[in-house]
């Protein structure tokens, strides 16, 4: 008996490493596109928390500069809530004032006054510097003789035209 040799047609395979060669592809393309809508999405809300930090921050420091101002009425041997006995006024502060001048009627908005800009100093103020998307404002309302209310507003709109806001809310006391 004669041994027939083994044959293998490979007609019917042509193609194969082809079609598998597109599907990788296609697979690796899709997980590379995933990744890059993961990574811009991330980036974006970075900036968001970023602004917001930024936000936060500049309504503390209005706070406090309202509170340095008290300090500064006392030192001086004026009333501790000398400029602040007008009902429902509004200032515009930044860490430069010295001085305390309400805004004129109708201002309380933050978005009706100039905003504030970034200085070469890394401070914000309303002076010099890079223009910012942030306004603040503070407002004071008296409570009596012996207590005020402040309010230190920040507004910006962030990308794509979000209007924000913080609201912090402190009260000082005569406790002299």
Not at 50 to 62: S, T
Not at 159 to 173: P, S, T
């Amino acid at each position: 008996m004669k041994l027939k040799p083994i044959t293998y047609n490979l007609k019917p395979k042509r193609g194969y490493m082809l079609v598998e060669l597109m599907v990788s592809i296609s697979l690796l393309v899709v997980g590379f596109l995933g990744f890059l809508g993961l990574l811009s999405r991330s980036l974006s809300l970075n900036r968001v928390v970023a602004d917001q930090f930024i936000a936060n921050y500049l309504a503390m420091e209005g706070i406090e500069i309202t509170k340095n101002l008290i300090d500064s009425n006392i030192i001086q041997g004026s009333p501790w809530n000398q400029s602040f006995t007008t009902p429902n006024k509004c200032y515009k502060f930044d860490y430069l004032t010295t001085e305390v001048s309400p805004n004129e009627e109708g201002d309380c908005n933050p978005l009706v006054n100039p905003p504030l800009n970034y200085d070469t100093n890394n401070f914000y103020s309303y002076i010099a510097g890079a223009e910012t998307p942030f306004f603040r404002i503070v407002s004071i309302t008296p409570k009596g003789s012996d207590e005020i209310k402040v309010n230190s507003i920040v507004k910006w709109k962030s990308r794509g035209g979000i209007k924000n806001e913080i609201n912090l809310e402190d009260h000082f006391f005569n406790w002299r």
